[in-house]
């Protein structure tokens, strides 16, 4: 899947944003606040559903880091430290940290979470986006 802007949502006191190239569907987000993060709504994210910090907290669980967040009164989510490098059992990178990720296109992102690629076959290089081995569960 090619790269896409990521969409954002406003609310009153958090942004949260969804980047569709990067989402695996782990559902994190809809298991840990459904009044938030509900796929059969239109808009799907209602960022005033929940304290911004239980949503910042749900946020963070997003292993691909498809969704982000910034609060209205503060900085952007911070990374973890220190960095952490996990290989899924189909082995997939999963990465937490301060994060330098290149992209195919060569654009350098600052990152806090990705799922990286670890068998080549994605078309979302480095991210990846299931259509490899290493996408498989």
């Known amino acids: ?25 782990a559902a994190e987000c809809v298991r840990g606040l459904p009044d938030v993060f509900d796929s059969g709504q239109r808009p799907w994210v209602q960022p005033d559903g929940a304290d911004p910090e239980q949503v910042a907290e749900v946020v963070r669980r997003c292993p691909s ?11 952007a ?26 992209t195919a296109d060569g654009t350098v992102r600052s990152e806090t979470r990705a799922v990286l690629c670890a068998c080549g076959v994605s078309q979302n290089q480095p991210f990846c986006d299931r259509s490899g081995h290493c996408g498989a569960d």
């Open 77 to 102: 989510e911070p990374p973890d430290r220190p960095t952490t490098v996990v290989r899924s059992p189909a082995g997939r990178l999963v990465v937490r940290g301060e994060l330098r990720v290149t």
């Open 1 to 25: 899947m090619p790269p896409t802007e990521p969409k954002a949502y406003r609310g009153q006191q958090i942004t949260v944003t969804y980047d569709t190239s990067r989402c695996l569907h």
């Open 65 to 75: 880091g498809a969704l982000q967040y910034r609060l209205a009164a503060g900085p």
